[in-house]
Each structure stands twice: as C-alpha cells, then as structure tokens.
C-alpha cells in the first residue's frame, strides 16, 4: 500500500469523497488547476479526519500538473466535459501511469435529463481517456458509488465497484485499492470496453435516488464466490 494516489479535481464533490476513504490507506495528492484551492481541500480532509479520530497518511495539494508527475496511480475526477482539455495536456506527466477513469457522461450537460447519457465515439469516458493516453494504463472505476455516499465516512460504503481494463496488472492494483474503502469490493469486469456499460449502469441509480428520495443507491453483484 506504499503508492501515492493523485486525484485530478480532488476539490470536488467525488474527487474529495474519495481522497476521505483513501487517505486511511494511501498518501493522497488532491489535484486542482489551483494550487491554493488544492491546498484548502487537503487540510479540509485532514481536518475532518482529525476530527473522526481516523488515522491517515499524508494529505497534500497541488497544481494537477504537479499532482500527475507525483501520483503512482491517478483519478481523473474531472466533469466528462472537461477531461480532454484536462488530459491533452498531461500526456507526459501520465505517460507509463494508471489512470483511473471515474467519469460518467451524463445528458445533463447539454440541458438533458440526468438519467440519460450521451457516449463519447470511442464508446465510453474510459475508452475516450485511453484513446488520448496512449502511453497510460487506463482502468474504469467508481461510475457507480455516489459522492453522498463516500463522504459519510462513519458508515461503510454499500456498493461493489466494477474495474475494466486492459492491463491486468493495472486492474489489480485498482482493485487493491478499492477493497481498502470499508464496504467496497472491486469486481474484474474484463477490457475497458465493458466500461460503457458500466457508466451507463450510473442513469439508473441517479434515477432510484429520484424516485425513492435516497441519499445514494448503489450496487452489489450476487454469485459471485471470491
Ligand atoms: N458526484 C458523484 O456522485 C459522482 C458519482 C460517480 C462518478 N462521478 C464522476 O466523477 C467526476 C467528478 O464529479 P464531481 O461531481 O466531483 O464533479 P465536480 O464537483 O463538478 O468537479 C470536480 C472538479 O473538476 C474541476 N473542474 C471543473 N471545471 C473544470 C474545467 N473547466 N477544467 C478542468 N477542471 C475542471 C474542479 O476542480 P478545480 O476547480 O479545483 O480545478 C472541480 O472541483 C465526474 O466525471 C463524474 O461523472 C461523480
């Protein structure tokens, strides 16, 4: 567990729930296009861990550029509409990198439903991250674990997550680090391919919470004997 985890937009609401559960188990680099605001998050987090009486490791902030360089694995928790103007520019940083993709191409963004999506050409968010990370190990994960859900940090999380990707070595290590989150079981789903199925999965939990008034619903798959 001796890996630095870089999450790029860790001051949102995902990216900051996240860096909650992961700073238990991993040094934690909050990514942020400003370096100030990357700070604030940081000792946000450590503060509210202090304050749980959670032990953690390091919980820094810094420029996403700087954040992508340090990361041993990094997140891009970054709206769908901004991740290529985000990544177009790291390629270097990234290069030989797993690069976890969480992003969820929802319809919202153009004005359309929250239960809807519209898919990039290359299929998926993950496929369309790898397309423009040639050189990085690109992994699908946490489409379907809710913000809300990860940031109540007195209960465990309720969902498994399901890991595609092309590189084994990269899925494994991700599913590592996911099985560290209290209440999470990372399941291999096989290439990254099967990712835009997975983000689609996403539409219909937002809508379960509609419906039924839910903080976060999330997933679990039966059957399986690991
Ligand atoms: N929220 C959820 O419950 C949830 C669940 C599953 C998956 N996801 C996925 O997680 C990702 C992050 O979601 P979120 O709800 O955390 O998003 P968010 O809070 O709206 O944004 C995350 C961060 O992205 C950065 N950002 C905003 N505009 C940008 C731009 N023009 N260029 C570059 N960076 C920009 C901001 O960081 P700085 O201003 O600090 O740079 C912001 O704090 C998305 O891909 C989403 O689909 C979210």
Known sequence: MNMKIAILGGTGEQGFGLALRLAKNYEIIIGSRSREKAEESAE?????????????R????????EASREGDIVILSIPYQHTISTIKNLRE?????IVVSIGV??????GD???RVILPPEGSVAEMVQQY?????????????SAKVLECIDEPVDCDILICGDNEE??????EVVNSIEGCKGIDCGELEMSRYVEQITPILIGLNIKYK???????ITGLRM
Not at 105 to 110: E, S
Not at 214 to 220: A, D, H, T
């Open 44 to 56: 946000r987090i450590k503060k509210i861990l202090s304050s749980k009486k959670i032990s953690y």
């Open 133 to 145: 990370l040639k050189d990085s190990k690109v992994v699908s994960a946490f489409q379907n674990v």
């Open 170 to 175: 990269a899925k494994r290590k991700v599913i």
């Open 214 to 220: 839910l903080k976060g619903s999330g997933i679990r």
């Open 113 to 115: 439903k929250p239960t």
């Open 58 to 65: 390091n919980v820094i902030g810094m420029e996403n550029r």
């Open 93 to 97: 940083e990234l290069k030989g990198k």
């Open 105 to 110: 191409p929802l319809a919202g963004i153009i």
